[in-house]
């Protein structure tokens, strides 16, 4: 029997366009986030360009759990260099994760929020592969 419960976080890595697309449903817990995150380091695509769609995602993470996945997306930075990021969401869904959104934007690399997949899909595909 396979398992009815929904994953609230998707992606796909697709090397050939070194691209990772995430979408997150519901709400995203410790383990969903951190395996995420595991997943991208252990495929060794941090450089590749990355669509985060988070508009339907919510967390009810604790701050320190929060803490965790910021630790865990600066460990990222220490492991080369670090893709462009476009991150699509509501307006209010950014104060929530200032820290998390603070740790992202550590990182040398180019990062924009959209409102809107087509955009910042665009936006993405006009930045530099490496």
């Known amino acids: 029997m396979l398992n009815s419960v929904p994953m609230p976080l998707y992606w796909i890595i697709d090397s050939r366009a070194e691209l990772v697309s995430a979408v997150a449903e519901g709400d995203v817990p410790l383990g969903d986030a951190m395996a995420f995150l595991r997943a991208l380091s252990g495929a060794k695509v941090t450089g590749y360009r990355k669509l985060f769609d988070g508009r339907a995602g919510t967390s009810s993470m604790s701050a320190q759990e929060l803490l965790m996945v910021t630790a865990e997306i600066r460990s990222h930075h220490s492991l080369g260099k670090v893709g462009a990021l476009a991150i699509i969401a ?3 869904q950014t104060e929530p994760f ?8 550590l990182a040398d690399r180019p990062m924009k929020f959209f409102d809107s997949p ?3 899909r665009n936006w993405l595909d006009a930045q530099p592969r490496d």
């Not at 200032?98 to 934007?105: K, T, Y």
Request: aromatic share 0%.
């Open 90 to 92: 509501n307006h209010d």
């Open 98 to 105: 200032a820290r998390v959104l603070g740790a992202l934007a």
């Open 118 to 120: 087509t955009r910042a």
